[in-house]
């Protein structure tokens, strides 16, 4: 059975570049309306995908969120309880070729208010420290067991012998974090890695594309290489999907599944 994919896609685009800049544009400006947090969320998740990617969807693309990016700061004053994603969405914006540098004030701003501070979660507060730290600005600078927490719940391999989504995905997002989306090495133990493979073997029995696609990119960032029958699934699951026009009704639809497979495929050579 097909994935839904709610995406207006005018034309085939030839190049990576060209097919970057059209994702931009429709996730942007077509599949909801800017009043929604989905559209946060949605926007967040992709900029942040392209940016670790080292993706250049050039100025013109990035101009879709022209809108957002001039009033950022009172954006974020007036809904601070988002403030991961607007702050998220100014980096990768900066990061990938917009013009501007307020995410560092952003950064300051977030420290100042105490917000990582207000999380209740260890992981919401790994995500604000990952953030702001873009910017040199540390939110979470007295909590000297941030990372000794994160590390203890990923080596508990126990857990994650059992179905249970949300400690899986919390576990992906730690190695996420620590390892700086791939860019630094994470101090993956064994019982880490293990923890990984429990949760990708449940993902993979339960033929979840989007949780098995986010362990083997925590894999890969681990420094590990997944299961070769895991990638050959997810790279077949890949071509699955079924594009249907955004505006057709039907609510939620496949949108994170898709992006998480396809940032499989680009990390794992095969995009």
Request: charged share 25%; aromatic share 10%; proline share 5%.
């Amino acid at each position: 059975m097909a994935s839904i994919l709610h995406l207006d896609v005018p034309f085939r685009q030839r190049t990576r570049a060209a097919r970057q800049a059209a994702l931009v544009d429709r996730v942007a400006r077509e599949r909801r309306p800017h009043e929604d947090v989905y559209w946060l969320k949605e926007n967040a998740e992709l900029l942040n995908v392209l940016e670790t990617a080292d993706a250049r969807p050039g100025e013109a693309a990035l101009g879709a969120y022209a809108g957002l990016y001039g009033e950022i700061e009172k954006r974020l004053g007036f809904f601070p309880q988002y403030y991961r994603f607007f702050l998220s969405i100014c980096l990768d914006l900066e990061d990938l070729g917009q013009a501007g540098h307020k995410g560092a004030a952003l950064a300051e701003w977030v420290a100042r208010q105490g917000l990582a501070g207000a999380e209740l979660s260890d992981l919401q507060r790994a995500e604000a420290r990952r953030l702001c730290l873009r910017r040199g600005v540390d939110p979470v600078m007295a909590d000297h067991g941030l990372d000794d927490r994160l590390r203890a719940f990923a080596r508990r391999s126990d857990t994650f012998t059992l179905p249970n989504k949300k400690a899986a995905y919390e576990l992906t997002h730690i190695i996420f974090y620590l390892s700086e989306y791939g860019r630094t090495d994470p101090g993956a133990d064994p019982e880490m890695i293990d923890s990984l493979c429990y949760a990708g073997t449940l993902a993979f029995l339960e033929l979840n594309i989007d949780l098995l696609s986010e362990v083997c990119i925590a894999l890969r960032f681990a420094g590990r290489t997944p299961p070769p029958v895991w990638e050959r699934w997810l790279s077949d699951q890949a071509m699955r999907f079924k594009v249907m026009p955004a505006d057709r009704p039907g609510g939620m639809d496949d949108y994170h599944t898709w992006l998480m497979v396809n940032w499989f495929m680009d990390l794992s050579g095969r995009g």
